[in-house]
């Protein structure tokens, strides 16, 4: 039975990915002004909602998408060409909404019966406490960095647990966002307006009822308590979304390069007249262009075959988690060194205040740099699995 309003396509008929690349215009348009707020502006929530892009990863039967990784990459892709904390924010909200769709039903109503665009937001890192009480959790400290908190009325809290084997295990607690303090300390040199501040707990409790083990996640425990959704069930799925902020950025540097070019942009060098006739710029933008390409195949690569295994309600194998976490950072790394080559050629005036170029460079230089997305841990973790030296059997891989 179907509780909220469930749809096929977005606003207007059009896909997610069609509504997202209409978005682009008006993404752009509000971006210095989502800077200067440091959170997206109300236009752009508003804009969000009513193309469906915030309900991607909330469950049929509450209205939502239900969306795969794929078409999710693909959206945030579109949409970073306008705004690249606009796409990390639907991309947290579709992480989010994976994570708390592994609740029970009675938890995922309240969630999203009456607002099937309600954003769980959130952190898997266990950065406060947690102690035992009533059939539940109550939690105290300090949570950083979270991206999208003043959009979200559900934020999720990493924390520690016991495991079945009396070692700590990672879980996450669903606390609504208004119990919470929000600490404003995201002053950051870019993704200035996904304001990713700290979440600050004073005894919130938590019931069990709410919470959930990553161990359990992975192990599929929550994939058999919803049996008919093919959801994705180990953590790098969320991650990918987030890569894909990367590529729109770099794939629209790219465009605004060319389009200079285009308008006959002068070389600076004393052997050619413009920048299309200078083989150094040529040779620039085709690598470019081609690492775009090569962080693209590899995004999509992996987001097909997480979608692969969630139809088949199973999970990857370790070694396999390990390559597709090396797919996500090597994609990174490649749109960051794509955004280099592309400023080279742009020059020294893309780096003037009120630059978009400017922008996109900030916001580049900042999202590669996510934890999860180290191409050197990656590396470490997928040489590990090809040699076949052990692997940690942790749900975070």
Not at 179 to 202: F, I, N, P
Not at 231 to 238: D, G, Y
Not at 249 to 267: E, F, M
Request: glycine letters at 10%; aromatic letters at 4%; one cysteine or more.
């Amino acid at each position: 039975m179907t509780v909220g309003i469930a749809t096929t396509d977005t606003a207007e008929g059009l896909t997610p990915v069609e509504a997202a690349r209409s978005l682009i215009p008006l993404l752009a348009a509000e971006a210095a002004r989502t800077e200067e707020r440091r959170a997206l502006t109300g236009t752009t929530v508003t804009a969000l909602r009513r193309a469906g892009l915030l309900r991607l990863g909330t469950p049929t039967e509450y209205g939502g998408r239900g969306a795969g990784a794929r078409t999710v990459v693909d959206v945030c892709e579109e949409l970073a060409r306008g705004c690249a904390s606009a796409s990390w924010t639907v991309g947290i909200a579709y992480g989010g909404a994976l994570f708390a769709s592994q609740l029970p039903d009675s938890e995922r109503m309240t969630l999203w019966r009456d607002d099937p665009d309600a954003v769980v937001c959130g952190t898997a890192n266990p950065s406060g406490t947690a102690r035992r009480t009533d059939a539940g959790w109550t939690l105290s400290g300090r949570w950083p960095w979270i991206s999208g908190i003043h959009h979200a009325p559900w934020t999720l809290l990493g924390f520690l647990r016991p495991g079945t084997g009396g070692e700590p295990e990672r879980g996450m607690a669903v606390v609504p966002t208004a119990d919470l303090t929000v600490e404003d300390v995201w002053h950051m040199a870019g993704m200035r307006g996904t304001g990713s501040d700290t979440a600050v707990a004073h005894d919130v409790y938590v019931p069990d009822s709410r919470t959930i083990s990553l161990t359990a996640m992975a192990d599929g425990a929550y994939r058999r308590r919803h049996p008919g959704e093919p959801r994705i069930t180990f953590h790098l799925s969320i991650n990918l979304p987030l890569v894909a902020t990367a590529v729109g950025i770099a794939t629209a540097s790219l465009a605004k390069v060319l389009d200079a070019a285009a308008r006959g942009k002068r070389a600076v060098s004393p052997l050619h007249r413009l920048v299309a006739e200078d083989p150094a710029h040529q040779l620039n933008v085709a690598d470019a262009a081609t690492l775009i390409d090569t962080a693209r195949l590899h995004l999509r690569r992996a987001a097909e075959e997480v979608d692969t295994h969630a139809r088949a309600g199973r999970t990857p194998a370790l070694a396999e988690r390990a390559r597709l976490r090396m797919d996500a950072a090597h994609a990174m790394r490649c749109a960051r060194d794509a955004m280099s080559l592309l400023l080279d050629t742009a020059g020294a005036g893309s780096f003037a205040d009120g630059s978009v170029l400017q922008r996109a460079w900030r916001d580049m230089e900042t999202a590669s740099r996510h934890a999860a997305l180290s191409v050197q841990t990656s590396k470490s973790i997928y040489g590990r699995a090809l040699l076949g030296a052990p692997l940690p059997p942790s749900p975070v891989i």
